[in-house]
């Protein structure tokens, strides 16, 4: 008799994820996560291997091993020129993602009219020894802010950050644009 598949709490059954979209990417999240170090838990989250406590990616930019970057799938039909899940397995390409992201100046107090926020959330799970690192969110449009990092962070006037991690991902000439994506069928 096989083992139950799909289990609360257990296993997801490969028949069951793939009938819906996200389902579909959970399954490639936690593949790809695995060619990179990183394990993912049942909460969705991703931790590092044998790790003891959680610490910001700003206390990893020396000791990062890998970065996982995943594409939340926008509200909007938008394509994108690369996959929406991107392991980056070198460690010092990951290093410079931390550190370009801990050297993002913190978002300033106060009333903003930023665009509309129609574009992905990139999630950024970065792996380093005995250590789970907090997953960081960032957002592509928008006020165009990183959180995870302890403060908010702002990307908006800092275009450099998006060629960063795009020549991790393997991107040519990434910009904000690249990461924001183009709308379909006319955008």
Known sequence: MTPPIGRRNGPVSLRSSVRSVPG?????????????????????????????????ACRVVDTATSLLVVRQVPPNPTSFSFPAVVPVRHPSTAREVARALCALPVMPSGVFHCPADLGPTYWLYFAAPHVRVT?????????????????????????????????????????QSTFAGHLKGGG
């Open 24 to 56: 579909a990417v959970s399954v490639l999240l936690v593949v790809s996560a695995a060619s990179v170090g990183i394990a993912v838990s049942n909460a969705g989250g991703a931790t590092p291997k044998k790790s003891t406590s959680y610490v910001s």
């Open 135 to 175: 997953k960081v969110d960032v957002d592509a449009t928008g006020c165009e802010t990183v959180k995870g990092l302890g403060t908010t962070r702002w990307i908006a006037r800092s275009p450099g950050f998006w060629k960063v991690v795009g020549g991790a991902m393997k991107i040519t000439a990434a910009t």
